[in-house]
């Protein structure tokens, strides 16, 4: 059965209460080493709990690993220059040897809008600003001219397009998706609802032109036995899904990623 299994790495909760910041370069090995498919950074300025730098946490995975990709779940373009974005984007393709996801959200109502306000830019504005920056983007990471804020720009070097995936969970974010994306992204949703979904997205994709996204589903709700977990998880796949990502239970991420690494033998 074939559904890739990727973490969340020790960088950040949605739990104030429980922030969790464990060492990247350890989890990173580890997950590679137990034959996961991915890890993932979460990203946000200003979060409900503590949460590192994306981009930094990336590259620090990129660096002590060979084979494992590495993703952003999810980057907020919205809360950038998008020029930048796309320099970051690029020089993680440089160095982590062509293994990066890029995860892309418009941001989650949860952690209100103060960072938006530090940024300089509006909370309400991001669904537009995303949507821009997902039309130039793929043409600025590739280092081709591209026009952007009245200049055309040429960033150099340029790099491998990694695969976009966009986020969300309503029918706005699988238009977004089909018309930019390579891969949708969805946050635990109903297995029952999955088949009417991929069904949208599929017909969506016909309407641009494009094949259908592949569809990665972020902390599925599994129980902690193996057996119930590794059916639930049959069930995804059998539903069309490509990926999930598992999400911390706690600071203890080793004993997160050895049950992932369960779950893929098992599956």
């Known amino acids: 059965m074939a559904l890739a299994i990727g973490v969340i790495l020790p960088t950040s909760t949605p739990d104030p209460g429980r922030p ?29 709990a503590p949460m590192l730098d994306s981009t930094v946490v ?21 809360l950038r220059p998008t020029a930048w974005a796309a320099k970051q984007v690029g020089s993680l393709q440089h160095v982590s040897g062509d293994r990066l996801l890029l995860g892309v959200g418009t941001g ?26 997902l039309r130039v983007l793929p043409a600025l990471i590739a280092g081709e001219p591209t ?14 397009v990694p695969p976009i995936l966009v986020a969300g969970n309503g029918s706005r974010a699988r238009r977004r998706a089909a018309e930019f994306a390579d891969g949708w992204i969805t946050l635990r949703p109903d297995v029952a609802d999955l088949p ?27 129980s902690t036995g193996l057996a119930a ?5 049959a069930a ?11 999400a911390p239970t706690g ?17």
Do not use: C
Not at 62 to 68: G, H
Not at 148 to 156: M, P, W
Not at 251 to 267: C, G, I, M, S
């Open 147 to 160: 026009a952007i804020n009245g200049v055309e720009a040429t960033l150099s070097p340029g790099a491998t």
């Open 196 to 222: 009417r979904e991929i069904s949208e997205l599929a017909a969506l994709a016909e309407e641009f032109g494009k094949p259908a996204p592949k569809v990665t589903v972020v902390a599925p709700d599994l």
């Open 20 to 48: 969790i910041l464990g060492d990247v370069r350890a989890s990173a090995r580890a997950a590679e080493r137990l034959g996961l498919e991915s890890v993932w950074s979460t990203d946000h300025l200003v979060a409900s």
């Open 108 to 133: 989650n109502p949860a952690h209100g809008d103060i960072g938006w306000r530090a940024a300089g830019f509006e909370f309400a504005d991001r669904g537009r600003r995303t949507d821009e920056a």
């Open 58 to 78: 990336l590259a620090t995975a990129a660096a002590v690993t060979e084979r494992i990709k590495v993703g952003y779940n999810v980057m907020l373009l919205a």
């Open 236 to 246: 995804h796949a059998a539903a069309g899904v490509h990926r999930v990502i598992l």
């Open 251 to 267: 600071p203890d991420w080793q004993r997160d990623y050895e049950f992932a690494a369960k779950l893929h033998a098992a599956l």
């Open 229 to 233: 977990a590794t059916d639930h998880l």
